[in-house]
C-alpha cells in the first residue's frame, strides 16, 4: 500500500530537547494532519494544515505545511516523557468529492527522562 | 462531544471464520473509513462511507466489506479470515473540516 516518506524512523533523545520530524510526497495535498499514536490505541489528531505555507502550533507542538504543498514537519520544543510514542503525518486529497488520506510510515519517539 | 468509539476492542477468531466490527462516529460526522494497520504495512486505508453509500475503497480483497447505517454508525465484515487479517482495525469520522478522528481499534488475532 502507499505511504508518505516519514523521517526519522526512531529517535531517542534526552528530556528538554526540541524534536524534528517530517513528511515529503510525490504528491501534492490539500491538507496535511499531523496524529500521535501510544500503544494499542488509535492516533490522536494533533495538528491540521490546510494550505501551503501555512504554520501552525499547539502547545508545544508547531507544524509547517510545505509550499510546494509535498511536504510538511512537525517540530516538538522541550519534549518531556509523556512525548513518547508514534508519530505519523497525513496527507489529504480529494478528486470528484471523494477524499483520500496517505499515511506517513511513522516516526518512534523515545525520550530518555 | 464523545469521541469515535469501536466495539469490540479485542477479538479471537480462527482462519476460516467471519468477523463484524462496529464503529459509531462523532456525533453529526457522516463520513466513515476504515483502516488497518499492521507493524508492516502501516496505516492503509479500506473503505470509506458517508451517508450509507461507500465512496472510495481501497486496494483489499472483496472478504472486506462494510457498510454504513441511516444514523451514521458502521460495521466491518471481514469474511474467511486468514492469518494475515490480524492486525489493528481502526475506524475514523471526518468533520467537515477534513480532520479525520480515530477510534481506539479492534485489535483482530487471527490463530
Known amino acids: 500500500g502507499q505511504q508518505l516518506n516519514q523521517s526519522p524512523q526512531s529517535m531517542f533523545i534526552q528530556e528538554g530537547e526540541d524534536v524534528s520530524m517530517n513528511c515529503t510526497s510525490s504528491s501534492i495535498f490539500n491538507t496535511w494532519l499531523w496524529y500521535k499514536q501510544d500503544p494499542g490505541e488509535g492516533p490522536v489528531l494533533l495538528i491540521a494544515l490546510y494550505k501551503a505555507g501555512e504554520l501552525t502550533s499547539n502547545g508545544r507542538l508547531t507544524a509547517q505545511f510545505g509550499i510546494t504543498r509535498k511536504d510538511s514537519f512537525l517540530n516538538i520544543s522541550a519534549s518531556i516523557p509523556s512525548d513518547v510514542g508514534i508519530y505519523f503525518c497525513?496527507?489529504?486529497?480529494?478528486?470528484?468529492?471523494?477524499?483520500?488520506?496517505?499515511f506517513g510510515t511513522g516516526t518512534r519517539l523515545k525520550v530518555l527522562a | 462531544k464523545a469521541g469515535v468509539t469501536q466495539t469490540p476492542r479485542y477479538l479471537i477468531k480462527t482462519r476460516g471464520q467471519q468477523v463484524t466490527l462496529s464503529c459509531s462516529p462523532i456525533s453529526g460526522h457522516r463520513s466513515v473509513s476504515w483502516y488497518q494497520q499492521t507493524p508492516g504495512q502501516g496505516l492503509q486505508f479500506l473503505f470509506e462511507?458517508?451517508?450509507?453509500?461507500?465512496?472510495n475503497k481501497g486496494n483489499f480483497p472483496g472478504r472486506f466489506s462494510g457498510r454504513q447505517f441511516s444514523n451514521s454508525r458502521s460495521e466491518m465484515n471481514v469474511s474467511t479470515l486468514e492469518l494475515g487479517d490480524s492486525a489493528l482495525y481502526l475506524c475514523?469520522?471526518?468533520?467537515?473540516?477534513?480532520?479525520?478522528?480515530f477510534g481506539p481499534g479492534t485489535r483482530l488475532t487471527v490463530l
Open positions: 497525513a496527507g489529504q486529497s480529494s478528486t470528484s468529492g471523494t477524499y483520500k488520506y496517505i
Open positions: 475514523a469520522s471526518r468533520d467537515y473540516n477534513n480532520e479525520q478522528f
Open positions: 462511507y458517508f451517508s450509507e453509500t461507500q465512496r
